[in-house]
């Protein structure tokens, strides 16, 4: 199976500007979740989505934003970036059907915001 | 879910065993612990994950003794591809808001 596949890679904004960013999870996977990574903060959980519908949210300001569509691909979004939305967003896959949990995680999209 | 506390950094040499050593005082009952490794500029990979005494896949041992207060993720015979940071989770099983602490560097040197 293909792993979990993140567009674009590599992305550059201004302040104020929004963004969307895409995350495909492995085929059969309906969980998709996504985390922001910086060297201040480490791994954060953002949000959760499972069957369209977000299950879990994390500490983060609403102009940080998802969806998930009926074919499990998952979208997030920021809208007025700051310089501090600068990191690398990572987004993860899950079987509910594997007791651990395990997730597998893509790439992620680097973004830098000047 | 429970706070865990784990070495900043570890140096080891090639073909040594490398131990990491979590603390999690407050681990709840029907909490695991999994145990993720993250290259730079990759996202994390899922190692080993286990709830009591000893777990062991083909890339690592699990070592949770009875108390669960603490755990030690073993790997044998490191080489210089296993330099990475290792991150030591708490939680329910298949939870899927993972919280990640600082995590552990390790450095393998040849």
């Known amino acids: 199976k293909a792993g979990v596949t993140q567009t674009p890679r590599y992305l550059i904004k201004t302040r104020g500007q929004q963004v969307t960013l895409s995350c495909s999870p492995i085929?059969?996977?309906?969980?998709v979740s996504w985390y922001q990574q910086t060297p201040g903060q480490g791994l954060q959980f953002l949000f959760e989505?499972?069957?369209?519908?977000?299950?879990n949210k994390g500490n983060f300001p609403g102009r940080f934003s998802g969806r998930q569509f009926s074919n499990s691909r998952s979208e997030m979004n920021v809208s007025t970036l700051e310089l501090g939305d600068s990191a690398l967003y990572l987004c993860a896959s899950s079987d509910p059907g594997l007791a651990n949990g395990e997730q597998f995680f893509g790439p992620g999209t680097r973004l830098t915001v000047l | 879910l429970a706070k865990t506390t784990q070495p900043i950094s570890m140096d080891s040499y090639e073909g040594q065993e490398v131990n990491i050593t979590c603390s999690h005082n407050n681990i709840a009952t029907n909490d695991y612990i999994t145990w993720y490794q993250q290259f730079p500029s990759q996202g994390p990979r899922f190692i080993i994950q286990?709830?009591?005494t000893k777990v062991t896949n083909e890339v690592a041992s699990l070592f949770i003794p009875a108390d669960r207060k603490s755990s030690t993720l073993s790997l044998p015979r490191v080489s210089l591809s296993d330099t990475a940071v290792y991150y030591c989770?708490?939680?329910?099983?298949?939870?899927?808001?993972?919280?990640f602490g600082g995590g552990t560097r390790v450095l393998v040197k040849p």
């Open positions: 989770l708490v939680g329910e099983a298949a939870g899927n808001k993972l919280t």
């Open positions: 989505y499972f069957s369209e519908t977000q299950r």
């Open positions: 085929s059969g996977h309906r969980s």
């Open positions: 286990g709830y009591k």
